[in-house]
């Protein structure tokens, strides 16, 4: 490389690095602000069923745990013109990890070996996928297959809508797996039309795609939680959410997904599982003390 060329390559590359490293940040921050308002959602939700009304301290809960999902849709709408689906998709975990020392020490929740270990998973599968990716931060508007993004976006929406219409009809049989799958689909969509829309030709189609596909999260989500049990909807739609839009990067916008990265994701997904899947409810009369504080927010 010339000498003359050297100072110019480099802040180049400075500039990419910076980039990336604002919407990891932006992505933490999002995932953090999503599963903190989930954790409100789903208390609100369980305290509606005890009360059987709406007027009550749970009402306040329910909407600021809205409003955090809210800011969720726009945080994480930032990250995504910083960084590339395959990096910011797999930091859902850390959000997760949040959540749970939250609950240990603002609402003083025990803390399992097994939640341990799937915070280790998660951390571990997280520095994973962000060491090694090789994309870069903005979106390459050449590598986008509209033909790809159909033939997956199309199917997945279909499906998701005729296993919820045959779980109503059964009585919402395996509704945390039926609901808590769909409810990570539309999020992994969410996340993919995001991005898209930073591309400046078809900006007019995905910003109102993203809009519909952040709406159906958020009812798929609530509607999950009252039909089933947090342990059964948050593994699946994590679980989904991450696998989905890392694959949808990768067959949409050829993002490059390396071995390692792939190993990363499969990791936190472990860490997902271990951390949520094998616990157990928690009495909604255990919350009641701890959480009325959060009223006043």
Same mark, same amino acid.
């Given at each position: 490389?010339?000498?003359?060329?050297?100072?110019?390559?480099?802040?180049?590359? *400075?500039?990419?690095?910076?980039?990336? *490293?604002?919407?990891?940040?932006?992505?933490?921050?999002?995932?953090?602000?999503?599963?903190?308002?989930?954790? #409100?959602?789903?208390?609100?939700?369980?305290?509606?069923?005890?009360?059987?009304? $709406?007027?009550?301290?749970?009402?306040?809960?329910?909407?600021?745990? %809205?409003?955090?999902?809210?800011?969720? @849709?726009?945080?994480?709408?930032?990250?995504?013109?910083?960084?590339?689906?395959?990096?910011?998709?797999?930091?859902?975990?850390?959000?997760?990890? %949040?959540?749970?020392? /939250?609950?240990?020490?603002?609402?003083?929740?025990?803390? @399992?070996?097994?939640?341990?270990?799937?915070?280790?998973? $998660?951390?571990?599968?997280?520095?994973?996928?962000?060491?090694?990716?090789?994309?870069?931060?903005?979106?390459? %508007?050449?590598?986008?297959?509209?033909?790809?993004?159909?033939?997956?976006?199309? =199917?997945?929406?279909? *499906?998701?809508?005729?296993? $919820?219409?045959?779980?109503? /009809?059964?009585?919402?049989?395996?509704?945390?797996?039926?609901?808590?799958?769909?409810?990570?689909?539309?999020?992994?969509?969410?996340?993919?039309?995001?991005?898209?829309?930073?591309?400046?030709?078809?900006?007019?189609? /995905?910003? =109102?795609?993203?809009?519909?596909?952040?709406?159906?999260?958020?009812?798929?989500?609530?509607?999950?939680?009252?039909?089933?049990?947090? %342990?059964?909807?948050? =593994?699946?739609?994590?679980?989904?959410?991450?696998?989905?839009?890392?694959?949808?990067?990768?067959?949409?916008?050829?993002?490059?997904?390396?071995?390692?990265?792939?190993?990363?994701?499969? @990791?936190?997904?472990?860490?997902?599982?271990?951390? @949520?899947? /094998?616990?157990?409810?928690?009495?909604?009369?255990? #919350?009641?003390?701890?959480?009325?504080?959060?009223?006043?927010?």
């Amino acid at each position: 490389m010339d000498v003359f060329q050297q100072p110019r390559f480099l802040a180049n590359h *400075m500039t990419l690095n910076n980039s990336i *490293m604002i919407g990891l940040a932006c992505g933490v921050l999002s995932y953090i602000t999503l599963y903190i308002g989930k954790g #409100l959602q789903k208390y609100a939700i369980e305290g509606f069923k005890t009360k059987k009304s $709406i007027k009550n301290k749970h009402s306040g809960i329910w909407i600021f745990g %809205t409003i955090l999902t809210v800011l969720f @849709t726009l945080i994480h709408w930032i990250a995504l013109n910083f960084a590339p689906i395959n990096l910011i998709a797999p930091l859902e975990g850390t959000g997760l990890v %949040t959540l749970l020392f /939250f609950s240990y020490y603002a609402l003083k929740e025990s803390m @399992t070996g097994k939640e341990i270990t799937g915070v280790v998973f $998660i951390i571990i599968g997280t520095v994973l996928a962000a060491l090694y990716n090789t994309n870069a931060g903005e979106v390459d %508007t050449s590598r986008f297959s509209m033909t790809m993004f159909l033939i997956i976006s199309v =199917p997945l929406v279909l *499906m998701e809508i005729i296993l $919820i219409i045959i779980s109503r /009809f059964s009585g919402y049989k395996f509704a945390g797996l039926v609901i808590g799958f769909s409810g990570g689909t539309m999020m992994a969509l969410q996340t993919l039309t995001k991005r898209l829309s930073f591309m400046d030709d078809y900006a007019l189609i /995905f910003i =109102p795609l993203a809009l519909l596909f952040a709406t159906a999260t958020l009812v798929f989500t609530q509607l999950a939680f009252a039909k089933a049990k947090a %342990t059964q909807v948050v =593994p699946c739609f994590t679980s989904a959410s991450i696998i989905i839009a890392s694959l949808s990067g990768k067959m949409v916008l050829n993002e490059r997904l390396v071995t390692i990265q792939i190993l990363g994701i499969v @990791t936190i997904v472990i860490g997902v599982i271990l951390l @949520t899947a /094998f616990q157990k409810e928690q009495a909604n009369s255990r #919350l009641n003390g701890n959480l009325f504080r959060l009223k006043r927010f």
